[in-house]
Every structure is written in structure tokens, then in C-alpha cells.
């Protein structure tokens, strides 16, 4: 039995302005409605069994999601910091190991690819199954369909029992020259980051070629903290010391480009590493001139002209070779050639007073999410949405006060030591220190405008009196390790909505714990609000 291993690191920089560290590619509706992870979760799913996900601390929340609209069940492991791939395939090697499933056959898979056909895919994995049973690394690479710079290629040699190949050796993203040539020779393919093997396997060859990596993952799974997330799902946290200690590199520098012998199994599907804005592009339908529109892009007098105007519509007139990516906070504009580049512009970014390098104007909470309207000297506007029987923490601010609207559904809020509900089109004030708290104990979602006013509006402007998810906003000099970090329970499995701002279909209620109460709002389900939906255990 294969147990798919799914990765979720990485920041997909290169597809700024969509990607960004709060929300990175894995998580973004790319291609159709649903995002990479959870087309990726629906495809390994036909393995049966439970899927490990691995992914940064801050994301577990847009894992949770994903997991559960893919209707997959398994632990996440959760890293509290970037370290690439060979520390976190060591990570769920040593979670197998730990679960007495040494000999396990672990699938290890990017969880931002674009694999249409699920059904070749799958047959491909089942036919690494026999090498991989016999000891040794499986590695799958996608037969080319032209020269390409943007991938490495794995170079195949004679033919095993099994049916798979022996590999000759990895090569880095080689320049155009040699990428033709590669080509040409036909035994090469793209490396796609795809391996399956036995737990110890990938263990003995980690000892013999990065022993300082295994080393400090052995030490951060040594005693890791176990949190069950309810509905199947589990929290599995490696200690965050010894982890940091870790060294950062991918698992192809640290083992496959030194270790033999290795399989190789070709993919002959269609495939994308979805690396580039032009990689989207080529994934989206061209007209007559070979301009490729999503949204309510429009392309006039123009060619070879790539627009996603998911919000609003956006016009390219008598333009050639461009990229052009709109959201509600920042714009992009690119010649195609430059693609490749984006990821320097985002770098010229970070840290600007505005960050949108790092930060989506929505930013999604494990209570629901918010939305940037407007801001200025002394004031600044939120749109924010709690989901059905979820609620924020009680904090108090020092240099803002609050005004709340309500817009759509019933708020129960908390000021100082008063607790009233207020419906549609009805609104309070919250004064400079006070404490509060906001929650949903309605069946629909909760809608409200908040107008934040003061000397200071920045979101380190909180003291939290209680919190259910225990949230910690982190900034990091690395772009990478920026996240809001919660080491709570997850309180909150509602669904968040997807880049088109339509409702996920599927809604997890929310839990309640032994208590009895909602650990969001104080509520007994006991004692029931009018349209609440809370349930007890």
C-alpha cells in the first residue's frame, strides 16, 4: 500500500502577485475553482488510506481546508520553519518509522503540480511499487514534450526486472543550448520531484549523505507534539529548537544527485510544475492571435497576450508578449521573456511600507478572514467575516479604538463586562482598551465593517486575554519563514473562499469539546442563541 506524502513549502514567488507568503501558490485556485493542494490531495486519494501533509506552521489552517474539501483524512505534520524538501521528507520518514511502519512505501509529492489525467498518474506511482519494495529510491520523470530551461532532467540507463530504469545520474536546469541537446538524445526526462520509496530506505540513505539533516530531524521527532484536529485530521509538531537547527536543501543536492543505485519510472502524461506565470498561461485556452484571457480580460488589436482579471475588467490594446496579472491590491505587468524575473521584484518588496509582497488584502483567519477596504492618517476600514459558530479571540487594543456595523447575520459581542447580540444594520463602539470579542452564533455567516481609529493601527497592536487559537503574528527578515502562527486547537474547519470569493460547498460544522461549550464564543449548545447552530460532542 502506498501512503502519498504531499508537500506543501515553497512560496511560488514567481507568481507574484496571486502567490504571496500569507497565501502561497499550493493554496491558490491557479487553474479552475480549487487550488493546487486540493487537486492534488483529490488525486492521490485513490490510493485509500490516510495522506500526510507536510507544510509551514502558519499554513495549517489552508491545509485543514484543503484536506477537508478533498475529503482525505491523515496527520500534517507542521514545520516551524522552511527547511526544503530533505528535512521535510526526513520529517514523515521518521513519523512512519515512529507509527512502527518502517518498511511504509512513501509517495513523495509536490502539492502544486497540474496533472489532469489522475488515472495515468496513478497507474505510473503503482509501477515504482516493485523497486521500491525491494529497496531503493523511485524516482518519476515526465517524458518531454520540448527543450526546456525551467526543469532538471533525470538521464534513464538500462532497463530493470522490475520494468523501471536505472538512473545515470540527475542534471541541473541546464541553459538552452544543452536543453536541446538533452532532448535529443532521448533518454532524458524532467525531473519532476516525484519519489517513492520504503521509510528506512529514505532513512540509510539520508544517514549516509546528509547525517547532519537526519540528525536534527531525529531530534525534533524525538518528542513531537501530537494534537488531534478533529474529523480525522492530526497536528504533529516537531520540536521548533532543534528543528531550527536544521541546514536547508533540497532532497535532490542532499541525496539523489550523490546516492545509487536509484529507479527511474517515466511519466507520459501531460504535466506542469505551474513554476511561472507562463506556464499558467499555456494552461489557459489561446485565441486566433494567441492571446490567452481569464476573467474579464480583453484583448484588442493585441498578441500573445496573457490577462487575468479575475475582479474587474482589464484591457490590453495593441500589446505583444505580455503578462498582465490584476488583483485587488497590486498589478503586474511583464513581458513574457521576464517571467523568470518576478521573483526579483518581489524580493525589491519586501519589507516597503505596504506589504504586498508577503500579504494578500484579504488575509484569511482560523475563525474566517478580513479584507483590507481602505486606510489612511488615523483611520483604517476592514471587512470581516466570521464563520458559523466561530469567533475572535478577547483582546483589547491600546491606540485604536473600533466602530463594528453589522451587514449581514447576528454578532454576539463582548465589551468589558457586557455581552449583547446585535443584527443586520445595527452597530457599537469599542473604546481604546477595552476588552472584547466578536463571534458568530448564527447559521449564516457573520458580515460586519469595522473602522479602526487612532494614533497606531498596526496589527501588533493587540493583547489577547483569551484566545482558542493561540495566535502569534510573526514577521521575518526571511520572506520564507513569514507566517501567523497558531499552536492551538483548530476550533474552526469552515471553508474559505476561493479566489472568485464563491463558497466552498464543503462546510465543516464547527466542534465543540468535552466542555460542552463553544470554545469560539463561550456558548453552551445547551443553552442556544436564536439560529444557533451548535452542537454538542
Not at 532524458?188 to 536534527?216: E, K, Q, V, Y
Not at 474547519?493 to 470569493?501: F, I, Q
Request: hydrophobic share 40%; charged share 20%.
Amino acid at each position: 500500500m502506498i501512503t502519498p506524502v504531499v508537500l506543501c513549502g515553497g512560496s511560488g514567488s514567481r507568481l507574484w502577485p496571486l502567490s504571496r507568503n500569507s497565501l502561497p501558490k499550493p493554496f491558490v485556485p491557479l487553474i479552475g475553482d480549487k487550488s493546487l493542494l486540493q487537486t492534488t490531495l483529490e488525486r492521490v486519494s485513490a490510493f485509500g488510506g490516510k495522506v500526510v501533509c507536510v507544510a509551514a506552521e502558519g499554513h495549517r489552517f489552508l491545509v485543514i481546508d484543503a484536506m477537508q474539501a478533498a475529503n482525505v483524512t491523515g496527520p500534517i505534520i507542521l514545520e516551524p520553519v522552511a527547511r526544503d524538501t530533505a528535512a521535510a521528507m526526513a520529517l514523515a520518514a521518521l513519523h512512519a518509522r515512529q507509527k512502527e511502519q518502517p518498511e511504509a512505501l512513501l509517495l513523495f509529492c509536490p502539492s502544486d503540480h497540474h496533472i489532469p489525467d489522475a488515472r495515468a498518474f496513478i497507474g505510473t506511482m503503482r509501477n515504482g511499487m516493485a523497486a521500491a519494495r525491494a529497496g531503493l529510491i523511485v524516482a518519476f520523470g515526465v517524458t518531454p514534450t520540448s527543450p526546456s530551461v525551467a526543469y532538471g532532467y533525470i538521464l534513464q540507463g538500462p532497463r530493470r526486472p522490475d520494468g523501471s530504469r536505472q538512473v545515470r545520474g540527475f542534471i541541473e536546469k541546464p541553459d538552452d543550448a544543452r536543453a536541446r541537446a538533452l532532448v535529443l538524445r532521448g533518454d532524458a526526462l524532467w525531473n519532476a520531484g516525484i519519489f517513492l520509496t520504503r521509510a528506512d530506505t529514505l532513512l540509510a540513505a539520508l544517514a549516509r549523505h546528509a547525517p547532519d539533516i537526519l540528525r536534527s530531524c531525529q531530534a525534533a521527532m524525538t518528542r513531537p507534539h501530537r494534537e488531534i484536529a478533529g474529523d480525522g485530521l492530526d497536528f504533529v509538531r516537531p520540536e521548533a529548537a532543534a528543528f531550527h537547527a536544521c541546514r536547508s536543501q533540497s532532497i535532490d543536492y542532499a541525496v539523489m544527485e550523490k546516492h545509487t543505485p536509484i529507479a527511474v519510472v517515466p511519466f507520459h502524461g501531460q504535466w506542469s510544475d505551474v513554476g511561472s506565470w507562463n506556464a499558467v498561461a499555456h494552461l489557459t485556452p489561446a485565441d486566433s492571435q494567441g492571446n490567452r484571457l481569464h476573467g474579464q480580460g480583453i484583448a484588442h488589436l493585441a498578441s500573445n497576450t496573457y490577462i487575468r482579471a479575475p475582479h474587474r475588467p482589464v484591457v490590453a490594446l495593441g500589446t505583444q508578449d505580455l503578462l498582465v496579472v490584476d488583483t485587488q491590491d497590486a498589478v503586474l505587468v511583464a513581458h513574457r521573456q521576464r517571467a523568470d524575473e518576478i521573483k526579483d521584484v518581489v524580493t525589491r518588496l519586501q519589507g516597503n511600507e505596504y506589504g504586498e509582497d508577503l500579504v494578500h488584502r484579504r488575509v484569511v483567519r482560523p475563525w474566517g478572514w478580513y479584507d483590507h477596504v481602505d486606510s489612511g492618517e488615523r483611520f483604517q476600514v476592514k471587512r470581516i467575516t466570521i464563520e458559523p459558530g466561530a469567533g475572535i479571540s478577547l483582546q483589547k487594543h491600546y491606540h485604536r479604538a473600533e466602530h463594528w456595523i453589522v451587514v449581514k447575520g447576528t454578532a454576539e459581542v463582548t465589551r468589558g463586562t457586557e455581552t449583547f447580540l446585535l443584527s443586520e444594520n445595527q452597530s457599537t463602539y469599542i473604546p481604546t482598551g477595552e476588552a472584547h470579542r466578536l463571534c458568530n452564533p448564527g447559521k449564516i455567516e457573520l458580515e460586519i465593517i469595522e473602522i479602526q481609529t487612532g494614533s497606531y493601527l498596526g496589527e501588533d497592536d493587540i493583547e489577547r486575554l483569551e484566545d482558542d487559537y493561540t495566535q502569534t503574528t510573526v514577521h521575518s527578515d526571511d520572506a520564507s519563514e513569514w507566517a501567523t502562527n497558531n499552536s492551538g486547537s483548530i476550533q474552526n474547519g469552515a471553508l474559505r473562499k476561493n479566489e472568485s470569493g464563491e463558497n466552498n460547498k464543503n462546510r465543516a460544522h464547527h466542534r465543540h469539546y468535552r466542555s460542552g461549550r463553544c470554545l469560539a464564543c463561550r456558548v453552551s449548545p445547551r443553552q442556544g442563541l436564536p439560529g444557533s447552530r451548535h452542537q454538542a460532542p
